[in-house]
């Protein structure tokens, strides 16, 4: 059958339809919008290959990615011949694979044993034979959450930290020579670790000419943005609880603004984490104002330090 097209069920691009006429490339790195997929992250650059083959015939091949390519649940190795009512899993994108109206028909197959049961995903609806994404929530309003979680974080924190009676009870050093210098230290590290997040996200994304993203570097990115994360809490904590929000000179007021506005940036990338369905470009976005911020509060304070009073000795 040749006729066969593909729709989007779920990810970044949900009721997108598209028919494969000879070959598509899907990946970060596809030329052709279709195979972007809506720019999923968690493609790999050359993810799988679609193929209209002799006959008519729909094959879908996986390309060594890191993620997997998957259909009806299991894992493609080789080439996969496609059939109406297959399910297709590429990254965290979900495709149907219909007839040109649509339809996804119970039986498939007349010269073949029906293939077994296979369960529709969440934002498929089946009504009368006809395959349609669901209701998902709106990007627009996952947005707008993001950014209302981040701003009460922002807030809060500057409020505490306005409120709050500097105490010098329960400091810490972790070791340090001084509190000081733990906190110059652990600034200074927590942005190069998140240096490496950026490096390896750019890599991932395609924006750097190194070729194909090792199967790797998705662990070393998540990694890396976790303990560029824990690095600034002892920073936080004295800043906060020991300091608290001041305004004594012009730096000093645009760190403590940039202090809170990281911890709330950093939250509403969480929510554009666990989110679907939101512009390709939400993601990227969210963690550049993060990086952005994280970069601003150590220019205002460690590297003020460093560039005064060189780098201190642990």
Known sequence: MADERVRVVVGQAPGTWFAVDGELLIGRAASDVEGRL????????SHARMARGAG????????????????????????????????????????????????????????????????????????????????????????????TVGALVAV?????????????????????????????????????????????????????????????????????????FLLTLPVAYQCLYQLTFEDTSTRVLLHSLLGCAFYGAFAAKIVVVRSHALPGMALPLAGGVVFTLLVGVWLTSGWWFISDNGFPSP
Do not use: C
């Open 38 to 45: 809506g720019d999923d992250p968690q493609l790999s650059r």
């Open 56 to 147: 008519g015939v729909l094959t879908i091949e996986d390309l060594g990615s890191s993620n997997g390519t998957f259909v009806n649940g299991e894992r493609v190795e080789g080439v996969r011949v496609l059939r109406l009512g297959d399910v297709v899993r590429l990254g965290s994108t979900e495709l149907a694979v219909t007839d040109e109206r649509g339809l996804v028909p119970q039986a498939t197959r007349t010269d073949a044993p029906a293939p077994a049961p296979v369960a529709v995903p969440e934002a498929l609806v089946v009504g009368d034979g006809i395959a349609m994404a669901a209701p998902v929530p709106s990007s627009g309003g996952r947005l707008l959450l993001a950014g």
């Open 156 to 228: 809060s924190l500057g409020i505490y930290g306005n409120v709050h009676d500097p105490a010098s009870d329960l400091s810490i050093t972790l070791g340090f020579t001084d509190t000081l210098t733990m906190k110059v230290w652990l600034a200074t590290l927590a942005v190069l670790f998140a240096v490496v997040q950026l490096g390896s996200a750019l890599w991932m994304y395609g924006r750097v000419p190194l070729g194909a993203a090792p199967a790797w570097l998705g662990s070393l990115h998540r990694i890396s943005g976790r303990v560029a």
